[in-house]
Nanobody
Framework: QLQLVESGGGLVQPGGSLRLSCAAS????????IGWFRQAPGKEREGVSC????????NYADSVKGRFTISRDNAKNTVYLQMNSLKPEDTAVYYC???????????????WGQGTQVTVSS
């Protein structure tokens, strides 16, 4: 069974950092493009960042450029999202998603995790 599991969320003060992890089980993540998405209460799910299967291509939403960094460790079957200089508006449930296709920041990915809550508040 293909499964993605996010971890690393939590409560952090504005200006702080978190690193989210997206671990795969039941399949080899290195063959898949990965996207990170988030959904705040009352808002639509939006793309945050993505990385191609090779790691050679990445993209970021304008709202997180310069603050978030996506990376992948194929040996650990895991993709990370390093989030620095966090703002209250970054508060959301964060999801990772996988697909054979490189879909950039669209929500058309085939496989999704259950999400991890990130709350930025003083």
């Amino acid at each position: 069974q293909l499964q993605l599991v996010e971890s690393g969320g939590g409560l952090v003060q504005p200006g702080g950092s978190l690193r989210l992890s997206c671990a795969a089980s039941g399949f080899t993540l290195r063959y898949y493009a990965i996207g990170w998405f988030r959904q705040a209460p009352g808002k639509e799910r939006e793309g945050v960042s993505c990385v191609s299967s090779s790691g050679g291509r990445t993209n970021y939403a304008d709202s997180v450029k310069g603050r978030f960094t996506i990376s992948r460790d194929n040996a650990k079957n895991t993709v990370y999202l390093q989030m620095n200089s966090l703002k209250p508006e970054d508060t959301a449930v964060y999801y990772c998603a996988a697909d054979y296709r490189y879909l950039e920041l669209s929500t058309g990915y085939n496989y999704w995790g259950q999400g991890t809550q990130v709350t930025v508040s003083s």
